[in-house]
């Protein structure tokens, strides 16, 4: 049962993520980004209607979305990861902003990798293992107090940021203050998105 429940999911990943780069092809940014988040919440459905037979979810639509990003003035930040014979292929960035406004870039996961010979996934998994070995967290997470002590993490804090954040910058807002929510996907959930850095050393944190 746990096998065939598995391999369902893998099917069921496979056709969103199809239709996902089909709905970007065709410049459909609202309609990608509800499939995506549709995709995001399948697993806990079908562990939700495993559990509670009787249970009927909705899906969230791509109105609901901005209406989240209006309520909580905020600017909403999902990313989705599209894999191509088990491998990543593309990162999908899609800004919701309190207005309303949806924008949906693309970055070419296999380029990237071709040129820094790492993965996505290898290089979080790389900070990841050297913010745990370092003395780097506090009580509240990761500590940015003490920069100079975290010279040896800082390369692939900056990777990450050039990534995941230079691409959709000119989309986040001026003011300091101003909420971002970044949703991730995956082994986007272990990124350290607060300590990131910008080629300067300046930390997300202190931007947004």
């Not at 905020?74 to 990162?91: G, K, P, R, W």
Request: glycine share 2%; charged share 25%.
């Amino acid at each position: 049962t746990g096998n065939f429940h598995l391999a369902q999911a893998t099917k069921n990943k496979s056709k969103y993520q199809q239709l996902i780069k089909t709905l970007i092809l065709q410049n459909k940014s609202g309609a990608a980004l509800e499939i995506s988040e549709r995709s995001r919440n399948r697993a806990f459905i079908d562990l939700l209607t495993q559990k509670l037979p009787t249970t009927t979810i909705d899906s969230i639509s791509t109105e609901q979305i901005k209406q989240v990003a209006k309520i909580q003035n905020a600017t909403l930040v999902q990313y989705s990861l599209l894999n191509e014979d088990t491998q990543e292929s593309q990162l999908i960035m899609c800004v919701i902003k309190p207005t309303g406004e949806i924008t949906m870039r693309r970055l070419d996961l296999k380029a990237w990798q071709q040129k820094s010979k790492s993965s996505l996934a290898e290089l979080i998994t790389k900070t990841q293992s050297k913010l745990d070995s370092g003395n780097f967290r506090n009580k509240a997470g990761i500590s940015i107090e003490k920069p100079s002590q975290n010279k040896s993490i800082s390369i692939e804090l900056k990777k990450l940021h050039q990534l995941l954040v230079k691409p959709i910058a000119d989309l986040l807002p001026k003011n300091p203050s101003a909420r971002v929510i970044f949703i991730p996907q995956e082994s986007l959930f272990l990124v350290p998105f607060a300590a990131l850095q910008d080629n300067n050393g300046k930390y997300l944190i202190e931007k947004h």
